[in-house]
């Protein structure tokens, strides 16, 4: 006679626990369990990568300095903006090419009053967008902002950049290069 136990031993198999995943099943497939994304390591399309950001403007950050005022290129248009502006697109531009994302916390930018400070910065460089109606700068509605713009359209002349007075400004280019290495 066979004991209880080795009966329901035989009568349980692999995958009939409720609390365990089988063999063909896991836990994003069992009934009512949410749908979990599955990853894929294919990389992103050329094509998907621009649809991911808002404008297709080319950014150049030139880093001349005149007296408070720095240049800047956007779609070959040279003009200056005032440095604390310049500072701000630039911290913004530095997180896009490091990460290819750009997100950047508010509180990184300024401690209380981000949302002007990008504001004035939106506005320094409008007038030159293809598209003058752009979200050049994007907010997420979470606390933090990006340069709207794909990776490979921003550049900087890093040797004129690190010069730059204001070694905020010139810190940030280092930072990035340190990043990259």
Known sequence: MESSEARRQQSEQQGDDPYQPGPEQDLRQQPGAAAAPVASNKPITAKKRKNLFKCDDIL????????RRTYISVNDNLFSIPNREFEIILILA???KKDGKGWVRSDRIAPD???????RARKCLQAYLKDKSGEIIENNYGGSYRLSVPPENVSFDIETIQEHWNKAIADLIVKMQKATI
């Not at 150049?60 to 007296?67: A, H, L, N, R, T």
């Not at 009053?113 to 504001?119: D, E, F, P």
């Open 60 to 67: 150049f950050f030139e880093g001349s300095v005149e007296k």
């Open 113 to 119: 009053n981000a949302w002007q400070l990008i504001s």
């Open 94 to 96: 530095v997180q896009l």
